[in-house]
């Protein structure tokens, strides 16, 4: 059982505006899951700056009173891939829709990839290998 959970959204090359298709996936995908599942569900959708160059999204999903049960994941993949296959366009026109039909729509998180130089085994390791007076 978990909080939450982390998917990425993947997108295909060549879109005009990635953070829209993001934003528009990331969405549909979870209200439609929310009424699925018939239960609140709370959401986030976020553009990662990568470490160098390159970015990637992701679609963070919780409940806001309960823990999640790991079938979640797996359906909200399905609905994430079945929306992946319509058109930019199609993509766009459905949001609008739904948006009319009142969505509730969460705007675009961006935020900085942030690295954590301690899950570097060999520097760590030779850190501690030093500290201990161990020669590699």
């Given at each position: 059982?978990?909080r939450?959970?982390?998917?990425?959204?993947?997108?295909?090359?060549?879109?005009?505006?990635?953070?829209?298709?993001a934003?528009?996936?990331?969405?549909?995908?979870?209200?439609?899951?929310?009424?699925?599942?018939?239960?609140?569900l709370?959401?986030?959708?976020?553009?990662?700056?990568?470490?160098?160059?390159?970015?990637?999204?992701?679609?963070?999903?919780?409940?806001?009173?309960?823990?999640?049960?790991?079938?979640?994941?797996?359906?909200?993949?399905?609905?994430?891939?079945?929306?992946?296959?319509?058109?930019?366009?199609?993509?766009?026109?459905?949001?609008?829709?739904?948006?009319?039909?009142?969505?509730?729509?969460?705007?675009?998180?961006?935020?900085?990839?942030?690295?954590?130089?301690?899950?570097?085994?060999?520097?760590?390791?030779?850190?501690?290998?030093?500290?201990?007076?161990?020669?590699?």
């Amino acid at each position: 059982m978990s909080r939450g959970i982390e998917l990425g959204i993947g997108l295909r090359e060549g879109l005009s505006d990635e953070n829209a298709v993001a934003t528009a996936l990331g969405n549909l995908a979870a209200s439609e899951l929310q009424s699925v599942r018939k239960e609140p569900l709370e959401w986030k959708i976020v553009r990662v700056e990568e470490v160098g160059e390159g970015h990637h999204f992701a679609l963070l999903v919780r409940h806001p009173q309960r823990l999640i049960d790991l079938g979640l994941r797996e359906e909200l993949k399905r609905i994430l891939e079945r929306l992946s296959t319509l058109s930019e366009a199609e993509l766009q026109s459905k949001f609008q829709e739904a948006k009319r039909m009142g969505l509730r729509t969460i705007p675009l998180t961006e935020t900085k990839e942030q690295v954590d130089y301690w899950l570097d085994k060999d520097w760590v390791l030779g850190w501690v290998g030093d500290m201990a007076g161990i020669v590699r």
